[in-house]
């Protein structure tokens, strides 16, 4: 069985101020991906990074970053110099891979509120 | 492209009645799924189709509940009688297989609510 924890349910930090979400999960494949979204008030879902198991650097797309450790099972977001925009719900996301398939079949954490006071 | 398109965005329906959600996948894609979001249970995947074949209907929650894709460019998802839990945002999502586990792209989702 797969399952992905977010533990932080809701994060709150002032404008600027850098902010890391967590994302531990559980499989049993030795092949899977690792994704994170987010959704915005506008409620749509947003994808932000895919990362397959096979690939533990780290990756950095402008203030965002993430930091993929296979040894704790854990897929961290980090928001540098957070903004107001950044406010959103994050969703850390885990793909099952299907023989013949191998799309994403996606188990998703139960999210982090994360709230950027101006 | 205009991304993946759902209808109605809001839907409210009284207790019995049937509900037909709409979702027209990105063109090309070949994958096409449907998840439920509830604050209770978080995103939860329904079913999933490939090339208009549904491969996966596990999380398809009752019999109430059943889904089409005629085409590659449309799908639905009925509930039929409609119940109060069923009220919850349903998204569409669709995929394309260039690479095993492409990203999703998502629909803006409907908000359902059974009274």
């Known amino acids: 069985a797969q399952k992905v924890t977010q533990a932080q349910t809701e994060i709150s930090v002032v404008e600027k101020e850098d902010v890391t979400l967590d994302c531990v999960y559980e499989t049993r494949d030795t092949t899977y991906y690792l994704f994170w979204y987010k959704q915005p008030p506008s409620g749509e879902l947003v994808f932000l990074i895919r990362?397959?198991?096979?690939?533990?650097q780290n990756e950095i797309s402008g203030r965002y970053s993430w930091n993929f450790q296979k040894s704790t099972s854990s897929f961290n977001f980090t928001i540098t110099a957070s903004q107001v925009v950044d406010s959103a719900v994050y969703f850390c996301?885990?793909?099952?891979?299907?023989?013949?398939?191998?799309?994403?079949?996606?188990?998703f954490g139960t999210g982090t509120r994360l709230t950027i006071i101006p | 492209d205009a991304g993946v398109i759902q209808s109605p965005r809001h839907e409210v329906t009284e207790m019995g009645q049937e509900v037909t959600l709409r979702c027209k996948p990105i063109s090309g894609h070949d994958y096409l799924f449907w998840y439920r979001q509830t604050m209770m249970r978080g995103l939860e995947l329904l079913i999933y189709f490939n090339n208009n074949v549904p491969i996966d209907d596990s999380g398809m929650p009752e019999d109430r509940f059943s889904a089409k894709m005629p085409n590659a460019s449309f799908s639905t998802l009925k509930i039929q009688p409609s119940e109060p839990r069923d009220s919850a945002v349903y998204f569409c999502a669709s995929s394309w297989l260039g690479q095993p586990n492409t990203e999703a792209f998502f629909g803006q989702g409907t908000r359902l609510t059974v009274v």
């Open positions: 990362r397959n198991s096979f690939d533990e």
């Open positions: 996301a885990l793909s099952h891979f299907v023989s013949n398939f191998g799309n994403e079949k996606l188990t």
